[in-house]
């Protein structure tokens, strides 16, 4: 016999179901005077630090057909690249830019969008750059566990080439799928993120 | 001090057929490992100003006629802890659930039990220094759903965790302990080990009951841990 180590389980995840809004955005789905307003709408104000630019983009199931019922989150470092959190080691984060988002995709064409700032870089634990990069979450209803991805952004280029993360990833298509490509719109950058859950072009999950 | 990996043999995993919409929402492709970083080590921080006196009472929090929400009334308490067994103080949780018929307040619900026009079925609270969490609600109804011909989930409420990190969200379901409809669910049956389902199944305290008011459930959650800051230099990571 040996000692016990003594680790708890992590509580296994369960499927959102097709009503996670009841309990993320219930303004939105018409439960109103429950509390004021759903979190994680807005990103940004006027006294935002960095670069404002748009993330859109549209979640596809295997058939290639939108996904309507989903909840997105996004997470983030401010343009500085440091988070808006109390693990944050590096320094403190602009206070005016909580760096968390959250929005139901629209139940038409699986779209979501965020108006937020451009981050900027965050250093690996041994201190190499990682390229600029949104955490980006999903749960939905048929997804048993929430789905882990980045968005990189297409015209950081020199950047994505050394992410340690991008490294990691053999294809170079594969790789594309975390690439999110700029367009710009009333003068603001915009970067489209597409999220196929599975099959062709099927973007890169992460277990981290 | 990274994160511990998931236990993915423990979680449910992406493709079950006998919960039939995860078939095309599940990813074919293996999943990217990566140690955490700054990205995942940290997440958002919600303050208690955020709350208003009844986010953490489903019986009252939407009274529109006047009364009080219509059901078994229960108490369901716990603490967040990490799998080192360290608490999870200062972290926001939501709950949402069916009212006691097992209808759901959503525009997407078509299920023919009536709406209780003093439930709406969401709720929130923020952990305590200890990690110690508590919401008053009615128990929820078990309710059918369009997977197999005549599949009923079990009476649940759903969970949603923020941790410390964005490493640790979480979403879940609490079941109640007892009911015979668990062990039928195809969503429950995702899981692929029972003691894992066992640990989503709130046990009822009768030291906790409110006497002639109310029963109580215990549900603790469990969070992803992390590693001490040994040899924290270490260039090829800790």
Redesign the interface.
């Known amino acids: 016999m040996v000692q016990s180590l003594?680790?708890?389980?992590?509580?296994?995840?369960?499927?959102?179901?097709?009503?996670?809004?009841?309990?993320?955005n219930?303004n939105w789905?018409?439960?109103t005077?429950?509390?004021k307003a759903d979190?994680g709408l807005v990103l940004v104000g006027p006294q935002t630090r960095g670069e404002r630019i748009l993330v859109e983009g549209r979640l596809f199931?295997?058939?290639g057909?939108p996904?309507r019922?989903a909840l997105v989150?996004i997470?983030?470092?401010d343009a500085a690249g440091l988070?808006?959190?109390?693990?944050?080691?590096?320094g403190k984060a602009d206070p005016a830019f909580?760096?968390?988002g959250r929005q139901p995709v629209s139940?038409v064409d699986g779209s979501f969008r965020f108006e937020t700032v451009r981050p900027g870089s965050?250093?690996?634990?041994?201190g190499r750059p990682?390229a600029p990069?949104i955490?980006v979450?999903i749960?939905?209803?048929?997804?048993?566990?929430?789905?882990?991805t980045?968005l990189y952004f297409a015209d950081e280029a020199a950047a994505n080439a050394t992410d340690?993360?991008l490294q990691?990833?053999p294809s170079p298509e594969?790789r594309q799928t975390l690439i999110a490509p700029r367009t710009e719109r009333d003068g603001l950058p915009v970067f489209t993120f597409d999220i196929r859950?599975?099959?062709e072009r099927?973007?890169?999950?992460?277990?981290? | 001090m990274s994160y511990f990996p998931r236990d993915r043999a423990w979680h449910p995993p992406a493709l079950t057929p006998s919960y039939k919409t995860s078939v095309l929402r599940a990813p074919q492709q293996a999943l990217l490992s990566m140690p955490t970083t700054a990205s995942e080590e940290t997440g958002p921080v919600f303050g208690h100003d955020l709350l208003g006196p009844d986010d953490n009472d489903l019986i009252r929090n939407f009274r529109r006629a006047g009364g009080e929400a219509i059901g078994q009334r229960i108490v369901v308490y716990g603490r967040v802890l990490d799998e080192t067994g360290r608490p999870v103080p200062g972290t926001l949780l939501e709950f949402w659930q069916a009212n006691a018929g097992g209808r759901y307040r959503h525009k997407n619900e078509g299920y023919r039990a009536a709406l209780d026009p003093n439930f709406g079925g969401c709720g929130r609270t923020i952990t305590d220094e200890r990690g110690a969490y508590h919401f008053r609600t009615v128990k929820p109804g078990a309710y059918p759903w369009p997977n197999g011909v005549n599949d009923w989930r079990p009476a649940h409420i759903h969970f949603s965790v923020f941790g410390h990190a964005f490493a640790q969200r979480l979403v879940t379901q609490m079941y109640f302990e007892g009911d015979p409809m668990i062990w039928q669910c195809p969503i429950v049956r995702t899981i692929p080990d029972r003691s894992a389902v066992e640990q989503l199944v709130a046990a009822l305290d009768r030291q906790a009951t409110i006497p002639m008011d109310s029963l109580a459930y215990k549900f603790d959650i469990v969070l992803r841990g992390r590693r001490s800051t040994m040899f924290e230099n270490r260039m090829e990571g800790n």
């Open positions: 003594d680790y708890l389980k992590e509580s296994p995840s369960q499927t959102a179901g097709p009503y996670v809004h009841i309990g993320t219930p789905v018409e439960i005077g429950v509390w979190l199931d295997g058939l057909e996904v019922d989150e997470w983030q470092a988070h808006n959190s109390p693990a944050e080691t590096r909580a760096g968390w139940g965050v250093p690996m634990p041994d990682q990069h955490t979450w749960v939905a209803r048929g997804i048993n566990l929430g789905l882990h980045r340690p993360l990691r990833i594969r859950l599975q099959g099927e973007t890169v999950f992460l277990d981290i």
